[in-house]
């Protein structure tokens, strides 16, 4: 489908009187969420090249991949309400100053596969964690 534009003008004036109360506290607050989730972001390949690095070393069967691997399922579940939150700050502030006849903006939800695979990490540390006390049960009955 094609579509054109001849001409379009748009005129933003008195934002600031539109702005809701609170927005420069908000978007600061935004602002910090953004650093804390890159932060996480950054976390989660080092502890999966840690897990990585120790079942390599033959660790596999290590309390401490437990701890790795939930902090990587944490840090998933984190990253994606820090992104929800960030989103709502944004659409709000868009919301009081943007108005378009015939069309309403939408919150973008984030990306669900970061809940996903949150939730598949923590259940395989979860799994990990009974093989372990399996594997410490096996060792002391012998």
């Known amino acids: ?3 054109e534009i001849e001409k379009m003008a748009v005129q933003l004036s008195d934002v600031k009187d539109k702005l809701p109360k609170g927005a420069f506290v ?4 935004s602002y910090m969420l953004a650093l804390f989730a890159l932060f996480v972001m950054v976390m989660i390949p080092v502890q999966t090249f840690r897990v990585v ?3 390599t070393m033959n660790k596999i069967f290590d309390p401490a ?4 691997l939930r902090i ?3 840090a998933l579940l984190v990253y994606y309400a820090a992104e929800l939150i960030f989103n709502l700050i944004h659409y709000r502030i868009a919301a009081s100053v ?9 919150v973008d939800r984030g990306n669900i596969t ?3 695979l949150g939730f598949v990490v923590l259940m395989f540390a979860e799994v990990l964690k009974v093989s372990v006390q399996l594997k410490e049960e096996q060792d002391l009955t012998v």
């Open 72 to 74: 990587i399922g944490y």
């Open 98 to 106: 943007i108005q378009v006849d015939g069309y309403s903006l939408q």
């Open 1 to 3: 489908m094609k579509a």
């Open 26 to 29: 908000a978007e600061m607050f």
């Open 65 to 68: 991949n437990i701890q790795k």
């Open 53 to 55: 690095r120790s079942i």
């Open 114 to 116: 970061f809940v996903l």
